[in-house]
């Protein structure tokens, strides 16, 4: 009885190794997805900076026409009354636009600005998520390995236990037969040969 016992708990050790091996797998594809989204975050962020980059510029541009333009207004020579007035309206008209135009890229700027912000915010968050999740895969991971080397060990316990039993066993047997051997030199009148 007491071998198939041993047996059965053979069996589930090597259950438990399989258990252990599938965990770990699970946890480095985990680790491994969440690098993947780190990436893809950091080029959404990269893409977001670029946008912003460009409105900027575009807003630069649209202030130094709007600056061009009214440099113009000022040099338009007094005496053409009615020139000065239709170029007035045609440039009132052109600033208008530029004004409309630079107040929809702030907007525009504005927007990339908080998506931006909301993009760093969920970056560090979900920097701090990743940490936190490889922390505790760490400890699982450290834990399986204690937890794989205590069944090793227990493994090796069992063997020797198993060893010197049946050394025991043998010893036994060898002193049993020992002494027959001895027995039948004496009933021989062999006793000189007796190691």
């Known amino acids: 009885m007491p071998p198939k016992k041993k047996g059965k708990g053979k069996k589930k050790k090597g259950g438990d190794d399989n258990e252990m091996e599938v965990k770990f797998k699970q946890s480095q594809h985990e680790v491994d997805a969440l690098k993947d989204q780190m990436a893809y975050r950091r080029e959404l962020s990269r893409r977001s900076l670029a946008t912003a980059d460009n409105y900027r510029e575009q807003m630069q541009t649209a202030q130094a026409n709007i600056e061009e333009l009214q440099s113009?207004?000022?040099?338009?020579?007094?005496?053409?009354?009615?020139?000065?007035?239709?170029?007035?309206?045609?440039?009132?008209?052109?600033?208008?636009?530029?004004?409309?135009?630079?107040?929809a890229t702030k907007s525009r700027l504005s927007i990339t600005d908080q998506d931006l912000a909301q993009q760093r915010v969920q970056y560090e968050k979900m920097q701090r998520e990743k940490d936190a999740h490889i922390q505790m895969l760490d400890g699982k991971i450290s834990n399986l390995e204690t937890s794989f080397e205590n069944l090793i060990d227990i493994g090796f316990n069992n063997i020797l236990t198993r060893l010197n039993e049946e050394k025991q066993k043998w010893d036994i047997k060898m002193d049993t037969i020992f002494d027959e051997n001895k027995r039948s030199l004496r009933n021989l009148n062999l006793i000189h040969l007796e190691v």
């Open 72 to 103: 113009d207004m000022k040099a338009v020579s007094s005496g053409l009354t009615q020139q000065y007035k239709t170029m007035q309206m045609e440039l009132g008209f052109k600033i208008t636009q530029i004004e409309m135009e630079l107040s």
